[in-house]
C-alpha cells in the first residue's frame, strides 16, 4: 500500500512541526506535503504548498482539500494537522486492522498526559462526547485533527472550504462520509499523540491553559 501524508501548519511553532515531519519519515518511510503558513518551515527541501491567506483565516477544509489534491496514486491518504506526533506502532496497526474493514479511520490519540483526545467520538445535538474504542455509533464524529482515509473516497467527498476554526468543519465531513455509505472505523492497533493543551475528563476533552 502506498501511503500519503498531508499537513495544514499555521506557521506558529516550527519546533513541534520539525518533530511531526520527521516520525512521519521515520516511522512512515514517506516525505509530507505541508500546507499553510509554509515561509518559516524549517527544512529547505520540504514540500510546500505556500497558503499563508488560508492559514491566517483559519479555512482548515480549504487547506486540507489542496493537500488532498496532491495525493497522486496513493491507495491510504492521511491529513494531519501540524501537533500530531507518529507513534511507531502506526503503519503496522493498520496493517492488523486490514484493509478490507474499512474506508476511513481513527485510531488511539492521546493528549500529551497520556489521556484521549477526541479518538473516537459521538456528535449528536450540538455536543460532542467520547465512546469506548469497542463500540459505535449512528452518529460517530472523527476529529480533523488527523483523517486517515481510502484515496478513492476523496472522489466523492471533501470538507467545505468556507469554514474555518470552531465551525465543525470535521462534524459536516463526517455527516457526508455516513451519507455516501462509507464505513468508519477505529483502529485500536495505531497510536499518535495530540500535542496541543488538552486533557480528558470523563467522556469530554478539555483545554487546560485556559
Excluded at 509554509?38 to 483559519?58: E, M, N
Excluded at 487547506?63 to 488532498?68: K, P, S, T
Excluded at 502506526?90 to 474506508?103: A, M, R, S, T, V
Excluded at 472523527?142 to 483523517?147: E, F, R, V, Y
Aim: charged content about 25%; hydrophobic content about 40%; overall charge negative.
Amino acid at each position: 500500500m502506498k501511503w500519503y501524508f498531508g499537513i495544514i501548519t499555521d506557521g506558529k511553532d516550527n519546533a513541534l512541526l520539525n518533530q511531526v515531519v520527521r516520525a512521519i519519515e521515520l516511522y512512515a518511510g514517506v516525505e509530507p506535503i505541508i500546507c499553510g503558513e509554509t515561509s518559516k518551515v524549517p527544512f529547505a527541501d520540504a514540500l510546500r504548498i505556500h497558503a499563508p491567506d488560508l492559514a491566517r483565516d483559519g479555512r482548515l477544509g480549504a487547506m486540507r482539500n489542496m493537500l488532498v489534491d496532491e495525493r497522486g496514486d496513493a491507495d491510504i491518504v492521511v491529513i494531519m494537522d501540524d501537533d500530531i506526533i507518529l507513534h511507531e506502532n502506526f503503519i503496522q496497526g493498520f496493517d492488523k486492522l486490514g484493509y478490507n474493514e474499512w474506508d476511513v479511520a481513527s485510531c488511539k490519540i492521546l493528549n500529551p498526559d497520556g489521556s484521549r483526545y477526541w479518538d473516537w467520538k459521538v456528535h449528536r445535538n450540538g455536543l460532542n462526547w467520547l465512546i469506548p474504542y469497542d463500540q459505535t455509533d449512528r452518529d460517530i464524529s472523527i476529529t480533523g485533527g488527523l483523517i486517515v482515509a481510502k484515496a478513492h473516497i476523496f472522489d466523492k467527498v471533501c470538507w467545505n472550504p468556507a469554514l474555518g476554526f470552531y465551525e465543525k468543519e470535521d462534524v459536516e465531513f463526517s455527516d457526508l462520509l455516513r451519507r455516501q455509505g462509507y464505513k468508519i472505523a477505529f483502529n485500536p492497533n495505531s497510536t499518535v499523540t495530540h500535542m496541543g493543551p488538552y486533557t480528558q475528563d470523563g467522556d469530554g476533552v478539555f483545554r487546560t491553559d485556559l
